[in-house]
């Protein structure tokens, strides 16, 4: 210590100026900061429950793949018996079955792909294990 008073009463001084313009600022970012963080709680609660409908309608497009399977022998008939389309072009069979598998993996690979951090499917346990 230097023994020299006036040198605490500058610190002390100093300390006060610090603490004293830091509430503007604080003041001032407050409220930026409750909108910021409730933004955030929305978007991400938003995210969620985006993720969670969409988890709900994953066996549905197990179901598009099963569909497109059973468009293949229909095109098959189809495009021997063109009759049988009742006015449809052959070639619509092939490709709704094309566009029901592109579809369905399509939608799969998108909910995987959007899965907030930490999240897991919550209807897995429904599904049969492979």
């Not at 008073?5 to 900061?33: H, K, N, W, Y």
């Not at 095109?75 to 021997?80: C, E």
């Not at 709704?96 to 909910?111: D, H, N, R, S």
Request: aromatic content about 14%.
């Amino acid at each position: 210590m230097s023994g020299n008073p006036a040198a605490a009463d500058l610190d002390t001084d100093i300390a006060r100026e610090t603490a004293a313009s830091g509430l503007p600022r604080f003041t001032v970012r407050l409220p930026v900061m409750v909108v910021r963080s409730i933004a955030k709680a929305a978007l991400y609660s938003a995210w969620y429950l985006a993720f969670y409908l969409l988890c709900m309608f994953r066996p549905f497009t197990g179901l598009m793949v099963l569909a497109a399977i059973v468009m293949v022998p229909m095109s098959v008939v189809v495009f021997a018996h063109p009759a049988a389309a009742n006015g449809m072009p052959s070639w619509a069979f092939v490709l709704m079955a094309i566009g029901l598998v592109a579809w369905a993996i399509g939608y799969m690979i998108f909910v995987d792909w959007i899965t907030p951090p930490g999240a897991e499917d919550p209807f897995e346990r429904y599904r049969k294990r492979r």
